[in-house]
């Protein structure tokens, strides 16, 4: 289990790297959104490269951050159903839905996809749009975002399974301590006044 849990830890501190760099595209994304827009109205000029750079970022942000999103326990769940349950039904929930939903939806995304940017890559596929962009970088996200993702899916099944078995403690019950404290604390401002 020790080496698991070390394969776990390098997984994480991989995607956190990586996701933490790639949220940073939200503002490059904001910053040529705004720009395109501004030249347009003003020049009355257009780039399909520059729209079609947005949407490159975009997916590069939620392809590439989903893993991090994931690590980090922020991934969309009923969370008021999720919290009324007990630590140890949580666990085998997420376990369940990690190893036969997950696990297996990203290994189908990673086959299929392959060929699919590879063949991309073959053809040297170019956008349809004049003077737009080449496709196969952004075919290219699809392979590694859901990569990143299986990796981190793999890296969390460790990690429950080690939490279920009381090798570690839960690394997600202090976040849940530390967000029921500032819920108090927001209740506690509001009736005061």
Partial sequence: MGLLLKLSGIID???RRVGTWFALLVLVAVLVSSGNAIVRKIFDLSSNAWLELQWVLFSAVFLLCAPWTLLSN?????????????????????????V??????TIIMIVTSIPFFLRSIRLNEQSFSSGGLPQWPAKSLIVIGFTLLAAQCI???VKRIAVMRGVIPDPYLERRSVLKAEV????????KR
């Fill in 13 to 15: 501190a991989i995607n």
């Fill in 100 to 105: 036969f939903f997950l696990l297996p939806l």
């Fill in 155 to 157: 890296s969390e099944i």
């Fill in 184 to 191: 108090a604390q927001a209740v506690e401002a509001v009736e």
């Fill in 74 to 98: 922020e991934h969309v769940r009923i969370d008021i159903v999720n919290g009324m349950l007990p630590g140890r039904a949580r666990n085998a929930i997420d376990l369940i839905g990690h």
